[in-house]
């Protein structure tokens, strides 16, 4: 186990944050928006620990005091939240493809801001970010928590009435204006929280993969947590959980197969580099076979049915 | 007495004690001009009938009055107030509600939660507290979910609030809609062919349902229908609709040997 957690330290924290941020996607996506832009506030907040933890509070000797990183944390959600609101307000008059295109440019002008910027280091980036814990897998401190208390915020959400508000107009924007609710307002809100979860993301991975630099939160990101998203599960937070979790250990379980050994050269390496076309693939596969996921509510009412059945 | 009042005043466009005033609304998509400065007032209390042959703006009224559509001209005013461009979510907070001709249900939400998303304007619950399940969005939430559950009860549907709106039958998604616009607690509700797929059985209980509601509830209906006996049997007053000008308005037994309606209906040579 120990061996077991050493070895594989990066890629579980890495799975935890995954999972985290496919819930960003998830949550404009309850209330019918497809919104790319999380990778975007998770670059941000990325480059607020990153600047607050190298320039503000300088690291002296020894660990870097995690109650730092959580006020970090907390300036970075509070920062994204406040420019998700800024850039949700006019993104969300937009529908459908017109909204992704528009987080993809979002995403796109970050990036080109933060890679000609001095305070983000310009194309080098900040490096050197103090390490709050000795052990990379004494990430999982801060990771797990941050997804128990988002999956737990929405699977209460689902049951409330700013969830109902958000659902109904997944499920028929006009429909749902006609019973009262405000459309612009719940599509910010969802759009707002979803930037409050991502800067949170980014303050702890800036700390964990110790340099930030303008390839943090790009496009390639997008195209990830699409992936696990869609291919996850979209109609259920499991969904994303589940996608995050599992296709992001996908291209190192790829890996280890193509080690093995026995293999034509050219598959091995497909299967140790093609992670951006397995995904694509998987995208494109999703849609037409499992346009709500592997995950769906219904297969989860199923399972709990089979449980309490077990149960009794 | 305000019905029989309104009743009397066959053809008079609206008058300020009127619930709803229609005031020379027009709508123009592109150079079709579906509805054509059409005025009418609904009383308070009325059940008022919208009929006419297809194509003849019924629906596209409906659409200016919850605000789905803007109109080209005219005014509309409701308790008074002129509510003409105002967003759907803002005319459904003011008490108007309605349903759809092509069956608008939140399909792969179970029956129950249908009707408790409509309790959204006469609900409070911020996010943080009904997230965090704080004791008043608790005592809300248990009473939306009473509120959603007696009125399926009232259409009939008690018995599925799990069921997924879109597998019910077409006629119990038409109650469905029902439940839930009346959810919204509304003073004034927008039928749009509530009786459309339905068997005979099913538009009687479906008449003796307007009855019952609007008794009890105090409600002003506007009913669009194709099925002629279930509108002269319900309505206190019909306006009748050609090419979206209004041709009668008046009293069932008037507008039916109205010769206009005639003509519209059957065409010249009748």
Known sequence: MATFLATYDFLLVSMVLAAVLALTLYLPLMAGQLSVASPGFYALGGYIAAIMSTKVFPPGPGLYPVPLVLLEMAVAAMASGVLGLAVGVPALRLRGIFLALATIAFVQILGVVALNLDVTGGAIGIFGIPQPFSSQIQYMWLAIPLLLVSMLFIARLERTRTGRALVALREDELAAAAMGVNPTHYKVLAFTMSAVLAGAVGAISAHFINTWNSRQGTFDTSVSLMTFVLVGGSRTFVGPVVGGLVLTALPEALRGIADVGGLPGWLAQFLRDGRLIIFGVLIAMGTVFFPHGLITPGLLRRLGGRGRASAA | ?270
């Open chain 2, 1 to 270: 007495m305000s019905v029989a009042r309104a009743a009397a005043r066959d053809g008079a466009a609206g008058s300020a004690s009127d619930l709803l005033v229609v005031d020379r609304v027009t709508c123009r998509f592109g150079g079709v001009i579906a509805v054509n400065a059409v005025s009418f007032g609904v009383a308070r209390g009325e059940l008022f009938g919208l009929i006419g042959p297809n194509g003849a703006g019924k629906t596209t009224l409906f659409n200016l009055i919850t605000g789905l559509t803007s109109p080209s001209g005219g005014r509309l005013r409701y308790r008074g107030e002129d509510i003409t461009g105002l967003p759907p979510y803002r005319v459904a907070e003011r008490g108007i509600a309605r349903t759809f001709q092509n069956v608008r249900l939140f399909g792969e939400l179970g029956a129950l939660d249908n009707v408790m998303i409509a309790r959204h304007v006469r609900t409070h619950s911020g996010l943080v507290s009904g997230v965090l399940g704080l004791g008043p969005a608790r005592q809300e939430e248990r009473a939306t979910r009473e509120h959603a559950g007696a009125l399926l009860a009232l259409v009939g549907l008690a018995d599925r609030p799990e069921e997924r709106a879109r597998n019910l039958s077409y006629g119990d998604q038409r109650r469905l809609e029902i439940a839930r616009a009346l959810a919204l607690e509304p003073e004034l509700l927008l039928l749009d062919e509530p009786a459309a797929g339905m068997n005979s059985g099913e538009k009687r209980a479906l008449s003796d349902l307007i009855r019952s509601v609007r008794g009890r509830l105090g409600l002003t209906i506007l009913l669009i229908e194709h099925h002629v006996p279930l509108v002269m049997d319900l309505c206190d007053r019909i306006a009748v609709l050609n090419f979206g000008e209004l041709i009668a308005l008046g009293a069932p037994a008037a507008v039916q040997k109205n010769p206009a309606v005639i003509e519209a209906y059957l065409g010249d040579e009748a």
